[in-house]
C-alpha cells in the first residue's frame, strides 16, 4: 500500500484507501512539490480524475476512521485537516493546521499515525539523545498544549 508507483510522469506514493473503500489519497509530485491528491476508487477510471487536496505541499495523507477528514503533513512540519464533508473526497473543505509536529516532512518513512478515534496522532520523530536506547515520548492531552 506504500509503495511509489509511476503513473506516467506522475510519481505517486503513500496510497491509502478511505475507509468507505470508494476513495484513494495520495502525494505525488509531478513536479518538485509534492501535493496530496484524491482518486474515486472506480473501475475505468484513471490517475486523470484526480482531485488536488492541497496547493502549498503535502505528504502522508491518513484518513479519519470515519472518512470525513483526511490528515497529512504540510512541507513545514504542520499537521493538517481537510474536512470531507459526508466521506465525499470529491467536495473537500479547507483544509486547517492542527499543530507543528517538530518533524521535518519525509516520504522515505511513515511519520504519522491517527487513533482509531480521530483524536489522537502517533509521531514518529528522531529524540536526540546520548544513549543507544531512545525512549518513547508520549503527548497526552495535546489540545490542551495549543492554548499556550
Do not use: C
Given at each position: 500500500?506504500?509503495?511509489?508507483?509511476?503513473?506516467?510522469?506522475?510519481?505517486?506514493?503513500?496510497?491509502?484507501?478511505?475507509?468507505?473503500?470508494?476513495?484513494?489519497?495520495?502525494?505525488?509530485?509531478?513536479k518538485a512539490?509534492?501535493?496530496?491528491?484524491?482518486?474515486?476508487?472506480?473501475?475505468?477510471?484513471?490517475?486523470?480524475?484526480?482531485?488536488?487536496?492541497?496547493?502549498?505541499?503535502?505528504?502522508?495523507?491518513?484518513?479519519?476512521?470515519?472518512?470525513?477528514?483526511?490528515?497529512?503533513?504540510?512541507?513545514?512540519?504542520?499537521?493538517?485537516?481537510?474536512?470531507?464533508?459526508g466521506g465525499?473526497?470529491?467536495?473537500?473543505?479547507?483544509?486547517?493546521?492542527?499543530?507543528?509536529?517538530?518533524?521535518?516532512?519525509?516520504?522515505?518513512?511513515?511519520?504519522?499515525?491517527?487513533?482509531?478515534?480521530?483524536?489522537?496522532?502517533?509521531?514518529?520523530?528522531?529524540?536526540?539523545?546520548?544513549?543507544?536506547?531512545?525512549?518513547?515520548?508520549?503527548?497526552?492531552?495535546?489540545?490542551?498544549?495549543?492554548?499556550?
Open positions: 500500500q506504500d509503495r511509489a508507483v509511476v503513473t506516467g510522469m506522475l510519481l505517486t506514493d503513500e496510497m491509502r484507501f478511505s475507509p468507505n473503500g470508494k476513495w484513494i489519497a495520495f502525494h505525488a509530485a509531478q512539490t509534492p501535493e496530496v491528491y484524491v482518486i474515486p476508487f472506480t473501475p475505468g477510471r484513471t490517475s486523470t480524475d484526480r482531485i488536488q487536496i492541497t496547493t502549498a505541499g503535502g505528504i502522508q495523507p491518513r484518513w479519519s476512521h470515519d472518512g470525513t477528514e483526511l490528515f497529512y503533513l504540510d512541507l513545514t512540519g504542520q499537521l493538517m485537516a481537510v474536512p470531507i464533508p465525499d473526497a470529491g467536495k473537500p473543505g479547507v483544509a486547517q493546521a492542527l499543530f507543528r509536529t517538530g518533524l521535518n516532512p519525509s516520504s522515505a518513512m511513515d511519520q504519522i499515525a491517527v487513533s482509531a478515534d480521530g483524536k489522537g496522532f502517533l509521531l514518529r520523530r528522531p529524540v536526540e539523545s546520548d544513549d543507544n536506547e531512545a525512549p518513547v515520548q508520549v503527548v497526552l492531552n495535546w489540545r490542551g498544549l495549543l492554548k499556550r
